[in-house]
C-alpha cells in the first residue's frame, strides 16, 4: 500500500555545533535585541537546541545602524558580562562581524577601513528588499579586487531576482557571491514565494551557508517547528555540513 504521509523531520535535530552566522544578538545597536536582557534570552533559546557558538552580525547601513567596530565591540562587552552571570550559558562563544548593507556609503568604507569578516576574507553583504544597488557590479567588483569574498544574505528574499529560471542568481555567482540562507526561510515566514524559492536556489547546488537572522524569541521558537521533508532535508544537511565546516 502507498502511504500518503511522507516522513519529516525535524531541522533543530541536525543543528547541533553549528555556529550561526547570521544574527542580531548584540544589545542595542540595530533592530535586533534591544538591550542585555533580550540578547541573555535569545542565548538561552539557542541554547535549548543546542547552537552555542556565534558570530554575530549587526547591521552597518549609514542612514540607519551606523555602526563601527567601536560600537560593535562595546555590545559584545555588555552581552559578555550578562554571559558571565549565566550559568545555562557557559558553552556559549561569541565573535562579531557585520552585515554591511550594499549601497555608496558601503563603497565609501572600503576606501577608509577595513571590514570586518565571517572569517578571513567573507564578508556578509545584503542588498535592499525593494531594489539591487545601481553600482551592484561596482560594489562587488571593488570587494574581489580588496580582496574581499562576498557572502550574500537571504538571498531568496530578493524578490526582484525571482523568474522562472535564475539567470539572475546565476550572475551573482558568476561574480563570485556566495550564498547563505535564513533558516526561517525554509517556511512560509517570509512569505510563500520566499519559500518557493528557498528550495528553487537549494535544489539547484547554490546555497553555501545556513544561517538563523534571528533578531527576536519568537524566530527561535518558529525555528524549533521547521520539519522538512526528506527530499529537502538531505539538501539542507548538506549546506549545514559546509557551514559547520567553515565556521
Known amino acids: 500500500m502507498i502511504s500518503f504521509f511522507r516522513k519529516k523531520e525535524f531541522l533543530i535535530d ?18 535586533g535585541a534591544q538591550n542585555a536582557e533580550d540578547s541573555i534570552s535569545l542565548l538561552e533559546g539557542f ?15 549609514n542612514d540607519y545602524y551606523p555602526n563601527t567596530p567601536e560600537t560593535i565591540n562595546t555590545a559584545l562587552g555588555l552581552l559578555k558580562k550578562g554571559i558571565s552571570e549565566n550559568e545555562k550559558l557557559k558553552s556559549t562563544e561569541i565573535r ?33 528588499y525593494f531594489q539591487p544597488p545601481i553600482n551592484l557590479n561596482e560594489i562587488l567588483f571593488k570587494l574581489q579586487t580588496s580582496g574581499y569574498k562576498p557572502v550574500l544574505a537571504h538571498p531568496e528574499r530578493y524578490a526582484f531576482y525571482h523568474a522562472k529560471d535564475l539567470s539572475k542568481y546565476e550572475e551573482l555567482k558568476n561574480r ?7 533558516t526561517l ?63
Not at 541554547?47 to 547601513?61: L, R, S
Not at 563570485?176 to 535564513?182: D, E, I, Y
Open 14 to 31: 541536525h543543528l547541533q555545533g553549528i555556529t550561526d552566522i547570521h544574527n542580531h544578538i548584540l544589545p542595542g545597536i540595530d533592530d
Open 47 to 61: 541554547e535549548e537546541i543546542g547552537i552555542t557558538k556565534f558570530i554575530a552580525t549587526p547591521h552597518i547601513m
Open 96 to 128: 562579531y562581524a557585520a552585515e554591511y548593507m550594499m549601497d555608496q556609503s558601503f563603497l565609501d568604507l572600503m576606501k577608509t577601513e577595513k571590514l570586518l569578516c565571517l572569517r578571513e576574507n567573507m564578508v556578509l553583504v545584503e542588498m535592499s
Open 176 to 182: 563570485g557571491c556566495l550564498f547563505q540562507l535564513n
Open 185 to 247: 526561510s525554509l517556511t512560509p515566514h517570509y512569505g510563500n514565494n520566499m519559500q518557493k524559492f528557498a528550495y528553487k536556489l537549494l535544489e539547484d547546488g547554490m546555497i553555501d551557508f545556513i544561517g538563523s537572522d534571528t533578531h527576536r524569541v519568537q524566530h527561535i521558537e518558529k525555528l524549533k517547528t521547521i520539519n522538512l521533508e526528506k527530499k529537502h532535508l538531505h539538501l539542507v544537511k548538506e549546506v549545514i555540513t559546509k557551514t559547520r565546516e567553515q565556521f
